[in-house]
Structure formats: C-alpha cells, structure tokens
C-alpha cells in the first residue's frame, strides 16, 4: 500500500485527470480500475473508442463534491479514511459538516461501487446518530435506498426514552412532511421491535 500511496501523492505517471467542482484531481486508470467496477467500466470503454487517440483523459465528473472525490481517491490509493473520527470534532456545527463530508463519501462510494468503503461510511454515520440527527440521518437513507442506514436508524429510535425525543427534533418534523412513508415503516418496524 505504501507504493500506491506514494503514487498518489506524486501523481508520478498519473494517465487520466477528474475535473470535480471545478477542481482537478489526476489519478492512475490501472489502479482505479482495479479497485472500482465502475471506474474500470468507465475508463477502459474510453479506451476502445477509435476516436480517442490521447493516452490522457479528462473526465469531467457532476454531482459528486471535490472534498469527497479527493476522499474516494485516498481510500483507493491508500485503503484508509481522509475524514476525522468523532472524537476531533469539538462542536455541533463541525459535526454537522463531519456527517455532511461521510454523506457525500457514502454516495462517492455508491456511485462508483467501491463497497467497503461503502460500509465503512454507513458504519461511521450509524456511530453519529443521537436523537436531534437520526430523523434526518433516515431521511438520507430512504431518499438514496441505503437500506442497511435506514434500519439502524430505525432501530435506534426504538426504544421509549429515544423515540419521543426523537418525534420532538427538527429533523422529524422534517421527516413527517418530506417522507411520510417512511414513518409507516418506522410504525411497522415499531411493533416488531416492542414484540420482541
């Protein structure tokens, strides 16, 4: 991992370039291609186009922030997180940004089918939850079908002293307007979870 990392830092022998939010990030195609389907699919299909005779490519990329991406491409070269843990972030609002910047690498991942990292953000984010985030947190989930998100954040709104605290936040109030749909799984998942 050393080796890709230092290929990383030096972008030494780098062949395609990311245009994301107006930033550029250069990158090696072997190496994400080999850690992405998505990235393989992507570049190497610019490859057999007849057309395309520079050995360099730009892709510009929508939809997807520069922090994030930038994010995505350390986890790729160096198979660790470029995001801080809970415990440096000293205030509500960096936190908010915190879960922000794991939101955006969680969708990062998804898009581009890197699927440990995948986890590693769900698994972050579900570490965050406390009852004025978890509503908006479920939101997020059911809005991108992060299933595996969805139901721990509903699990964790299941138990007597949360749930009321949690129908009394910003983010459900959000929640029973936005996505009222949602709340008829919370209900249902409820009843199961009182069964038990």
Known sequence: MEQLR???????????TYSVDGEEFRAHKIILAMRSPVFKAELYRWARKEDHKDKS??????????????????????????????DDIDDDDNEEEHQMMVRDLLMAAHRYGVERLRLMCEDKLCKMF???????????????????LKDACIEFMMTSDRLAKVMGSEGYI?????????LVEVLEKSVQYLKV
């Open 130 to 148: 406390d009852v004025d985030n978890v509503a908006n947190t479920l939101a997020f989930a059911d809005d991108h079908h992060f299933k595996t």
């Open 174 to 182: 959000k929640l029973r307007s936005s996505n009222p749909s949602v």
């Open 57 to 86: 490519q730009r892709i510009e990329v929508k939809e997807i922030k520069a922090d994030a991406f930038k994010a995505l491409l350390h986890y790729i070269y160096t198979d660790t997180l470029l995001i801080c843990t809970p």
């Open 6 to 16: 230092m290929f990383h830092a030096t972008e030494d022998g780098a062949d395609v």
